[in-house]
């Protein structure tokens, strides 16, 4: 199995930045991506980006694109997601997930759907005050 914790969400105005973090433990080496998605109240969860642990190829969701940046380190088993100009419609749980069945995916419709994902962590609160 592999844990996922999450952290660095907080509350932050409007136009601020924050930078969340997964942690992977356990059977890591057998997780091919990371996947960040998040869920607003009421609503849906929906795909932010991934990354691969392998060659670092990254997705986004088209919205998210120029906003935020997915990103890690291997040596830490963490992977970042930097937001910057945060909107309050940002305002979400955060959850990292991590799939382990995709190694010869490379397409953006594989990893951005949440069944793609086999663990998901316990999620972060990220809330944008206007």
């Known amino acids: 199995q592999v844990q996922l914790v999450e952290s660095g969400g907080g509350l932050v105005q409007a136009g601020g930045s924050l930078r969340l973090s997964c942690t992977a433990s356990?059977?890591?080496?057998?997780?091919?991506?990371i996947g960040w998605f998040r869920q607003a109240p009421g609503a849906e969860r929906e795909f932010v980006a991934a990354?691969?642990?392998?060659?670092?190829?990254?997705y986004y969701a088209d919205s998210k694109k120029g906003r935020f940046t997915i990103s890690r380190d291997n040596a830490k088993n963490t992977v970042y997601l930097q937001m910057n100009s945060l909107k309050p419609e940002d305002t979400a749980v955060y959850y990292c997930?991590?799939?382990?069945?995709?190694?010869?995916?490379?397409?953006?419709?594989?990893?951005?759907?949440?069944?793609?994902?086999?663990?998901w962590g316990q999620g972060t609160q990220v809330t944008v005050s206007s």
């Open positions: 997930a991590a799939d382990t069945r995709g190694y010869f995916r490379t397409d953006y419709y594989y990893y951005s759907r949440s069944v793609a994902y086999d663990y």
């Open positions: 356990g059977r890591t080496r057998s997780s091919n991506a």
């Open positions: 990354i691969n642990w392998s060659d670092g190829t990254t």
